[in-house]
């Protein structure tokens, strides 16, 4: 059963556990997510702060952290890797710095860093382990802060790049005759114009013949005498009288074909 004291100077503890300590090992459990670029050497960070053990309270600053002491937890990894090489070296009130290099960033995602050596309480960090376009585009190269010396920068180089052909190029390109415009070509089509011009300029000279019996005929048909005179190439029609439209009783063939029957209500004209 934890028995709760008070402890000098007016520290509570509980458990054997002063709130200093405590409270500090909450702070640890924070998040700084600072960014950091994927598998990019000579990247420093921030370990710490580093409190006593005992005390929670005094800033450790001559603590020993080589690289086997500070862990590392890759892109949700369910396991711990050593930092890959060199330890951390302190700045000043407990606070140390390390260096990363290409294979401690090499994954993205969450990269959580523990330290606990003896002496001071454990530490935590986390940061964000980035593509190497977007750190850039974020950090490097400021994403937001476009000048307008670095547009025309862009602009300059993209014209720079196009290599696009030349006067003399453009004068002596090898094309087929026949796609130019030449002179010769052109009298052609202007000959074929004019006589388009010529053709329908005689259409709207005569436009009141159009749709009309001059327009469309100037042949005189045959009048009814003319059609009745005209001479019939076959002797078998000879038998049709045109003056009382019938055909002669005694007609036998009409149109190289029979005819039976003499014409009474028992007995009508019929072919063979």
């Not at 593509?131 to 670095?150: E, M």
């Not at 300059?156 to 696009?164: I, M």
């Not at 001059?214 to 019939?232: D, E």
């Not at 074909?257 to 209500?265: D, E, K, P």
Request: charged share 10%.
């Amino acid at each position: 059963m934890s028995v709760n004291v008070w402890q000098a100077p007016n520290t509570w503890s509980q458990g054997g556990a002063s709130i200093p300590v405590i409270m500090n090992q909450l702070r640890n459990q924070g998040i700084s997510k600072m960014w950091l670029r994927q598998s990019t050497a000579s990247q420093e960070i921030s370990l710490g702060q580093f409190l006593n053990s005992t005390n929670g309270n005094t800033e450790e600053d001559g603590l020993t952290i080589a690289n086997t002491d500070i862990k590392l937890r890759k892109g949700g990894a369910i396991t711990l890797a050593n930092k890959n090489s060199g330890g951390a070296t302190n700045i000043s009130n407990g606070v140390y710095h390390a260096t990363l290099d290409a294979t401690d960033t090499n994954t993205l995602g969450m990269l959580e860093v523990y330290v606990h050596v003896s002496g001071a309480l454990a530490t935590k960090a986390v940061y964000m382990v980035l593509p190497a376009a977007s750190y850039d585009a974020l950090v490097t190269n400021g994403l937001n802060d476009l000048s307008a010396a670095q547009v025309n920068a862009e602009c300059d180089t993209a014209l720079s790049d196009y290599d696009g052909p030349t006067n003399a190029e453009m004068v002596a390109r090898t094309i087929l005759s026949a796609n130019y415009a030449t002179a010769s070509s052109l009298t052609t089509v202007d000959s074929n114009v004019n006589a388009i011009l010529t053709d329908t300029n005689e259409l709207q000279t005569n436009q009141g013949n159009w749709l009309t019996a001059t327009g469309f005929n100037t042949v005189v048909p045959p009048s009814v005498a003319q059609f009745n005179a005209r001479t019939l190439l076959s002797a078998e029609y000879s038998q049709f009288d045109y003056t009382t439209n019938e055909v002669s009783a005694d007609t036998v063939k009409v149109n190289g074909s029979s005819v039976l029957g003499n014409g009474t209500a028992s007995n009508l004209w019929r072919g063979s």
